[in-house]
């Protein structure tokens, strides 16, 4: 990246939760300005002031206000090299593609791409590598691709767990049992999303397909890249040390911040000990930080030796959100080790990580700019 | 019992939260009537409603609003058969055994005599059984006890966790692994308890000496009593099939209400399906039920169907609080069977069990009135 | 009121929140039956249970449960002699107005009618002189009606404040301002409401329309009918002692009870004490008593002497929700009077108004049964 | 103040909530150096990371972690010039007294001298000018004090209030009649401060002493300085035109930023239109801003236009706390104006307020530095 070169980015679905993340994150971007906002019909036409119901708690960027938000096509993105996708999954899916084959980076928080054999799961902090199959996305498509892909990144709970995982397995070798209990904010949501009737003075012991989430990407994520028979890489799903996961995701009245409890067991006889989990975990440097990704947090895994930390009021801010916080690393008596990790849901659990995502696509050259 | 028949009754720890909610229950008790009540000589002399800073949703009962407190000294208690112990952990160890010494049987809450190898620990629904220590535990006091007797009830978080399995036992056998992670409301701490500050917008994944309680308790309540060589009986400790328990406490902004999330495995394999636990659950009828103890559930545990329940807020008052509210059976990737337990830690969590218990220790004729 | 006699009653808008209150209360009425349930036409068709998002802590009455639910049109409640409207305000005012014209009588607590002419706007415990007006809206109806009428009650923040208004003019005449702020609790608002996403943590300071319908119902409610020149009864509008009301209206993260801060100048000099104001308030007993409504509270207003009550948690169950709690009388350094209000917003504040409006439309001999 | 010079101070009261805010926002102050810490002998000794229960989202600043704490004697801090006080009531009184007979300058944030007539009681963006009062207050001192003095500032919810006011009076001249009615965060009671079982789905509408602070503070901040009959300078409360104000309290739950229901009744008639008052609030532009303290805000008045705003989540952080917010401003029918003020009550609440105070005098020269 040459200094002071600067990319134009647009942001889908500019005036929903994830959006206006973007929006804050972007606005102060060393490399990526906002050059194009896209959102519903509904919005389409008006200034971003006036279409959008502002949540957050530093004012709509100056930059933004005057902005006219357009409909999700990719005829006005022209001048973008990359998007940043904040739609819903109800729409994500067809918009996304499109933009896609309209030789569009786009780097989206939706689900709906997350479980296509070509499409790279990212969580930045984790696995990087795994931009290595865009080309492999590119051929593929019909007609083959110069410019256009698409990178997802992970469900919130998914982050948070497997980033300390992850730290784990490369100290560690294989994880093969997790089981997690999610408490996770109502911020997940998105807006107006949880209503309070439902989530005051109470515990929502569920999330839709959240569980699921949970199982089925962490496998993809802490997986590696295969080659198969026909030619093709393929993503192999941690099938060559089996690992179960079973998640239990509850909702629980904290506004961002999702707190996860987890144990878990190694293949490795004997497992390591607390001690040495937590001098894994605190040493933990991923290549986002070795390549200079500007977001990515000076240091990823903070760990307490306060017995009551991580809490979410007080810690979701570490690294501005960016970096994980773990605590109580202890063993476990059903599996080996047990501890508690949280992470910002909105910052590292979101529409930071998709920033992420493009820096290193940035500066590993997927994206020529 | 006899119709009509009448037992006086003291409360220690009268002016603190689960005091009041002894008073509150045994106001309008069938058998038990309040003769007496004990606090810290603070109270003491103190009309009830000039020493107590009443914090529950019904008012003091007007038997009550007059009645003088005095100090926990047996002298001020020698109408009362029974006393029930709402006292703090601090000075629950000698005033219980000074009223014990004093022929009165002790009901107890708090955590001090738990861990006696000579004193149940009694989860009414549960193990009713171990009621069958007394005479053993009056025999070797020095001088022998004729009356005088201690039974404490179990830690909020462990009593929701230990029913169902109870049930699960007696259906498919023993249970070989149990790793649970609790969501735990406010007023389990008692008054003034959690700071506002420490809970509000935020999870504290810590409570002191909890997750020990439940790993231990656990297993002296499911287990049985055995008859050891020098001719005592002992708790088993779940000896014969050892069983591993794993817990991971958490606080959340709940004010009633403790919801666990409950992994097990069975010793039995193949073990038994969602279906198969489902029923057994909801058939499942302790002998409190059996017995006719006024102040059981008429059902222990209610089975939802629904997704997304149980929930604090809208099932807390299951049964009065007195029975537990089970979801989301289904099946554990990690052990064999997961599913998501509530229960009212200020009724059957706490005060509701003490008095269960001596419900049964009259019906068992372990108190002679 | 023949002893034993039932009225069959429907119930309009069952699914919604006032919708299952009004379940929840008349399923235990000693007067009135369910006979047949009204919602849209999504709910229409299937059983009760099946249609509704009940989220009540107690379950759905087994009476109830397997009642099949209708459209709101009137073919389907010929059996009933009164209905209970929890209807949205959009969709209320046609509604309503069809029951009416096929000799129902409705009890509504949608906002659509208040401010017709010949409409009562009935706070149960303030003002049953008003079903007075019944006729003459029978009369001038097109053609005149027999049986059918329309009583509305009052919004939730306003029947709070016009309770210990009432009991206050009654003793000590006219008052001549008011200022009121009001905390008002996330179910005022209905499911789902308030997104918890506005509320946890933090306080609205807006209430679309509220202030203006406290501004304006206020003074229907506390005047009087006059007869106007035209030979018809008109409400006064308290203009014999013109009535300035100045509301600001707040929503704060409580769920249910809605407390108000109140300021009050009497016309009188010089104004009543305190003590006086203390005990008009303790002593007052308004004609639902008198007449011996089975709905009505035993006590209307609590006055508390702790300085630091009535607080929405421990005092909104005061007569099950029927009476209102009042504390902190005090000299007002502006006005005269200033004090604390709470009334609990889904009883008193909906539907247990609407119940009782119905008992006194009874025992007035206004519903024929 | 010269370029680059830097003023070394203390901080009394350093392990509490403000000690806390004091030393995060004295950490990163561009004149103020920490030189010493003090607390209670049971802290001192110990190194403040060890002495300190820290609260922050931000952790302890590097520069502070190894402080050694002192108790709250002079001796331990003469290198200092000025000292900031967060000292609790009941210890404040003597221990800033001899502190100021030290000859160091205090700026305290406890109420024990704010009614003293020679000590000064400044918001800093409002009565600036009360510094003038120092010179008699050392003169009148036994000895007569060269350097120490005793600035106060006000009561957190009496801060948010006059900051408003000073700028209408300013504008428009004398208010005669003030009806204020606060909505106050937990924070405001320090820690532990409120239980949560006291606040969690609740309002407490009663803080003790918080109405008879706000009834008298205002006046003496808002009211002038004039000369009386023996020579001296007194403040004059407010008296040429008398201030009726009425002030309500309560407690809600909300973790930081007081929002206050504010009616006010001008001297002059007509009264200022509601959009003169929204200019006449925005254009308000106090001495901390002319005279460039760096703790100020860049705008200290900001009016929102949207119905529903200020709200305590979004828009306690305007200007790092030290602005407040206004909304909702429009016609009382009962006093003239009625608007809505959103203060922050730990930053311009509380040790911002200290801060800008010590960051004026230094400027004013009061501070020989």
Redesign the interface.
Known sequence: MQEGRQIKVGVLGATGTVGQRFITLLAVHPWFVIDALGASSRSAGKSYSKAANW????PIPASIRDLMVHECKPEYFLNCAVVFSGLDADVAGDIEAAFRAAELAVFSNAKNFRRDPHVPLIVPLVNASHLSIIPQQQLLHSPPLKKGFIVTNANCSTTGCVIPLAALEKAFGPIE???V?T?QA??GAG????????????????I?GEEEKM?WETLKILGGIADSDDGLKTFDMHSRHPL???A?C?R????DGH?E?V?IRFARRPPPSPQQVREALAVFSPDAQALGCPSAPRRTIVVHEE????????D??YQDGAGVSV??VRQ????DI?F?VLANNVSIGAATSSIINAELAVLKGVISG
């Open positions: 949540k957050q708690t530093t049992s997790l089981l209990t408490m109502i911020s807006y107006p999303g949880v209503a309070s009737l439902d989530i005051m003075d109470n515990v929502v012991p569920y839709g199982e179960r996961v079973s239990s509850n629980v009245p904290v506004i707190t409890c144990s017995p009551d930390r991580p809490q979410p009021r007080l979701r801010y605590g109580r476990c008596q059903v599996l047990k508690v």
